[in-house]
């Protein structure tokens, strides 16, 4: 009898243990989620264009630590911010590369193709009465006295063979990475061999390309005298843009005269001198660069 009561006693125990567990347990029950990798997700917003033109990157990645864009032939040419507009200026195919580092330290790439092509030809103004200065167009009927190119400080000058106003181009551009020893300044000269005169003509007119945020002054000098125009980065001053596409600028020859009335336009030597503004610091500026093309006086 003491033996059944015993075993009666631990089965009701034991019961007691196995309830009592069961009903501790609910309270603690949690839902267990599978751990999902970050994925690479970006987009575009077109990819076949004309040069001048602009494509905005964006990336929508998730579970995203660091972004990095580069972008070949485009402007800028990287960049970490996820959403990028890029400026291509010159013809071809270039890529768009986005790379992600997501938060478990796995790295992703996506790649964009780009179809740049190259922007119409503006029309050349041939103005029959016109002095050619710099010029490749056959059509002109009077040509100036010879000209030299001079390095003055800093710029590098150099004849690109291609992809200009009308073929060939003279570009002015500081060294990518200047000595720290260099002037903060720079100039470079277009300069007639022997003085010449100029006063019968009323606009200097030229074909500029650049995407320099720099200020620059294009001056003529005498044998002592200089006068100049200046140009800053928006203003547009005589159809000066900085979007790096080929523009006409016409310039009159009165406001060199104006800025300096001493300046002798019956004894020009340097027709065209390119100079930075102090005190700004060329050093500091990666793109101080200037392509010219078609140069010429016009009544």
Same mark, same amino acid.
């Given at each position: 009898?003491?033996?059944?009561?015993?075993?009666?006693?631990?089965?009701?125990?034991?019961?007691?243990?196995?309830?009592?567990?069961?009903?501790?347990?609910?309270?603690? &029950?949690? +839902? *267990?989620?599978?751990? =999902?990798? !970050? @994925?690479?997700? /970006?987009?575009?917003?077109? $990819?076949?264009?004309?040069?001048?033109?602009?494509?905005?990157?964006?990336?929508?990645?998730?579970?995203?630590?660091?972004?990095?864009?580069?972008?070949?032939?485009?402007?800028?040419?990287?960049?970490?911010?996820? &959403?990028? +507009? *890029?400026?291509?200026? =010159?013809? !071809? @195919?270039?890529? /768009?590369?986005?790379?992600? $580092?997501?938060?478990?330290?796995?790295?992703?790439?996506?790649?964009?193709?780009?179809?740049?092509?190259?922007?119409?030809?503006?029309?050349?103004?041939?103005?029959?009465?016109?002095?050619?200065?710099?010029?490749?167009?056959?059509?002109?009927?009077?040509?100036?006295?010879?000209?030299?190119?001079?390095?003055?400080?800093?710029?590098?000058?150099?004849?690109?063979?291609?992809?200009?106003?009308?073929?060939?181009?003279?570009?002015?551009?500081?060294?990518?990475?200047?000595?720290?020893?260099?002037?903060?300044?720079?100039?470079?000269?277009?300069?007639?061999?022997?003085?010449?005169?100029?006063?019968?003509?009323?606009?200097?007119?030229?074909?500029?390309?650049?995407?320099?945020?720099?200020?620059?002054?294009?001056?003529?000098?005498?044998?002592?005298?200089?006068?100049?125009?200046?140009?800053?980065?928006?203003?547009?001053?005589?159809?000066?843009?900085?979007?790096?596409?080929?523009?006409?600028?016409?310039?009159?020859?009165?406001?060199?005269?104006?800025?300096?009335?001493?300046?002798?336009?019956?004894?020009?030597?340097?027709?065209?001198?390119?100079?930075?503004?102090?005190?700004?610091?060329?050093?500091?500026?990666?793109?101080?660069?200037?392509?010219?093309?078609?140069?010429?006086?016009?009544?």
């Amino acid at each position: 009898m003491t033996i059944k009561l015993n075993y009666i006693s631990k089965l009701k125990y034991l019961l007691f243990v196995l309830f009592a567990v069961l009903f501790s347990c609910e309270d603690d &029950v949690r +839902e *267990v989620y599978l751990y =999902k990798k !970050g @994925t690479i997700e /970006a987009s575009s917003t077109n $990819t076949t264009i004309k040069g001048g033109e602009t494509v905005t990157f964006t990336d929508s990645s998730t579970k995203v630590r660091a972004i990095k864009w580069t972008f070949q032939g485009g402007s800028p040419g990287a960049s970490i911010e996820p &959403v990028v +507009e *890029v400026k291509y200026t =010159k013809a !071809g @195919t270039f890529t /768009a590369t986005l790379e992600i $580092t997501h938060v478990d330290n796995t790295v992703q790439k996506k790649t964009f193709t780009v179809e740049v092509e190259a922007p119409p030809t503006p029309p050349l103004v041939i103005p029959a009465d016109a002095l050619k200065i710099y010029s490749e167009n056959p059509d002109f009927t009077k040509t100036a006295p010879v000209l030299n190119w001079v390095s003055s400080n800093q710029f590098v000058i150099k004849e690109v063979a291609t992809e200009g106003y009308e073929n060939a181009y003279r570009n002015f551009s500081l060294p990518a990475t200047p000595p720290a020893t260099e002037a903060k300044w720079a100039m470079a000269i277009l300069q007639f061999v022997n003085f010449t005169d100029i006063s019968s003509y009323t606009y200097i007119n030229m074909a500029v390309r650049t995407t320099s945020t720099g200020k620059i002054r294009f001056r003529m000098k005498d044998a002592t005298n200089t006068g100049y125009v200046e140009f800053d980065a928006t203003s547009n001053l005589y159809g000066l843009k900085r979007d790096g596409s080929w523009n006409m600028v016409k310039i009159p020859i009165a406001d060199y005269k104006k800025q300096n009335p001493a300046l002798d336009l019956t004894k020009i030597k340097d027709i065209l001198v390119l100079r930075s503004v102090d005190p700004e610091d060329v050093r500091a500026l990666n793109n101080y660069s200037f392509d010219f093309d078609h140069i010429y006086l016009s009544k």
